[in-house]
């Protein structure tokens, strides 16, 4: 009985995750729409809101992996945990719920890292495409200096200010 309370328990662990993935994903795209936009004091706050969010994540993911840890522990000749381990234990009804649910977790996981990498692409796009307008602005600046990893970098890395009618 104590395995299916910890199956139960697991379940509800990736449902839980499940839903703040979602909200991760959600912030992601506001996040993306701030950024692009230029709207720094919101991209900010979503920033802020994110680090609670994935605090969140972490912990529950703690709690999943701890739980199936458990479960596999209880079985009379343990083995690595995972999730066929786990629904090698479960009932029909509930291994067919914690299928359904392991599938959504992985889906949600997916979106994050889509997200991220969007952001990602989105952002390292606009650091070169600034860098080469400020090249071909100051192309007399070419001389660069050697970072503290080795990497050259181009002009003297000034402090510049830009008029915004650009």
Same mark, same amino acid.
């Given at each position: 009985?104590?395995?299916?309370?910890?199956?139960?328990?697991?379940?509800?662990?990736?449902?839980?995750?499940?839903?703040?993935?979602?909200?991760?994903?959600?912030?992601?795209?506001?996040?993306?729409?701030?950024?692009?936009?230029?709207?720094?004091? !919101?991209?900010? %706050? @979503?920033?802020?809101?994110? +680090?609670? /969010?994935?605090? =969140?994540? &972490?912990?529950? !993911?703690?709690? %999943? @992996?701890?739980?199936?840890? +458990?479960? /596999?522990?209880? =079985?009379? &000749?343990?083995?690595?945990?995972?999730?066929?381990?786990?629904?090698?234990?479960?009932?029909?009804? =509930?291994?067919?719920?914690?299928?359904?649910?392991?599938?959504?977790?992985?889906?949600?996981?997916?979106?994050?890292?889509?997200?991220?990498?969007?952001?990602?692409?989105?952002?390292?796009?606009?650091?070169?495409?600034?860098?080469?307008?400020?090249?071909?602005?100051?192309?007399?600046?070419?001389?660069?200096?050697?970072?503290?990893?080795?990497?050259?970098?181009?002009?003297?890395?000034?402090?510049?200010?830009?008029?915004?009618?650009?």
């Amino acid at each position: 009985m104590a395995v299916q309370t910890r199956i139960r328990e697991f379940r509800e662990a990736i449902e839980t995750e499940i839903t703040l993935l979602e909200c991760v994903a959600s912030r992601q795209n506001d996040l993306r729409t701030h950024l692009v936009e230029r709207n720094w004091p !919101e991209l900010d %706050r @979503v920033i802020k809101d994110l +680090e609670r /969010v994935s605090g =969140e994540v &972490a912990q529950i !993911e703690e709690r %999943r @992996v701890s739980l199936a840890h +458990e479960i /596999v522990a209880l =079985e009379p &000749a343990p083995q690595q945990p995972g999730i066929r381990a786990i629904l090698r234990r479960a009932g029909l009804e =509930e291994r067919t719920a914690l299928n359904d649910a392991y599938r959504r977790l992985k889906i949600a996981v997916l979106k994050v890292q889509g997200g991220a990498r969007g952001i990602k692409a989105y952002a390292s796009e606009a650091i070169e495409t600034t860098s080469e307008v400020l090249h071909e602005l100051f192309p007399t600046d070419t001389d660069g200096q050697y970072a503290r990893d080795g990497v050259k970098h181009r002009g003297a890395q000034r402090a510049l200010i830009l008029d915004h009618t650009l």
